[in-house]
């Protein structure tokens, strides 16, 4: 079973604050993903890491892959409001099948 | 269709009542597959589709659920009898093809709520 443990699970900070939240597992993966979930929504892709030590930017984010693929992390620089979800990481299947997902994070960003 | 579609989008049923949850997929996506998600956890896997044959259904939690995707395109999960316990968020989404390497699209999802 390929568990992804996350956290911190609750996340509350100001506008303009720098955080990272985490992503650990005792598998190796050939790739993690990290999804964005809104209230009322489905979890949205942001980002899939493939390389072992790979760094990937997106605007004010920046996801990182651990060296040995078995963690990831995400950091935000100067958070906003329109940050706030629940972060999600996800293993994708290797093959057909299913991805698997942590419990995630709930980041809110207060103005 | 742009995007994938879930209905409804939110249903409350008397413990053991049947209902019935549906979702209509990208146009041309191959693969589909339901999640349930509970409050403030991370979505678990029920099913997967490739097409019209279920290929996995693993993560289906008891035979009370049964889910069916006749034409490959549009996809029913029923549960049978609700109980407490299966109040959640149902998720589908569908992916292009086969690979897992393709990106994975998630509808707005079905809240259920059993009371």
């Known amino acids: 079973t390929q568990l992804l443990e996350q956290s911190p699970q609750f996340l509350s900070i100001q506008e303009g604050e720098n955080l990272t939240v985490y992503c650990n597992s005792s598998?190796?993966?050939?790739?993690l993903q990290w999804y964005r979930q809104e209230p009322g929504e489905g979890p949205v892709l942001l980002v899939t890491v493939v390389t072992g030590g790979e760094v990937k930017k997106l605007k004010r984010l920046t996801f990182q892959f651990g060296d040995a693929r078995k963690d990831s992390s995400l950091h935000i620089t100067a958070a906003q409001p329109g940050d706030t979800g629940l972060y999600l990481c996800a293993a994708p299947s290797t093959n057909a099948g299913k991805s698997t997902f942590g419990d995630g994070t709930t980041l809110t960003v207060k103005p | 269709g742009a995007g994938v579609s879930q209905s409804p989008r939110y249903k409350v049923a008397k413990r053991g009542q049947d209902v019935a949850l549906r979702c209509d997929p990208i146009?041309?996506?191959?693969?589909l597959f339901w999640y349930q998600q509970a409050l403030g956890q991370g979505p678990e896997f029920l099913t997967y589709f490739q097409n019209e044959a279920q290929l996995d259904k693993s993560g289906l939690p008891s035979d009370r659920f049964f889910a069916e995707r006749p034409e490959g395109s549009v996809s029913t999960l029923k549960i049978q009898r609700t109980q407490q316990e299966d109040s959640a968020v149902y998720l589908c989404?569908?992916?292009?093809?086969?690979?897992?390497?393709?990106?994975?699209?998630f509808g707005a999802g079905s809240r259920l709520t059993v009371l």
């Open positions: 989404a569908s992916r292009l093809t086969y690979s897992g390497a393709n990106v994975l699209t």
């Open positions: 598998s190796v993966f050939s790739s």
């Open positions: 146009s041309g996506h191959v693969s």
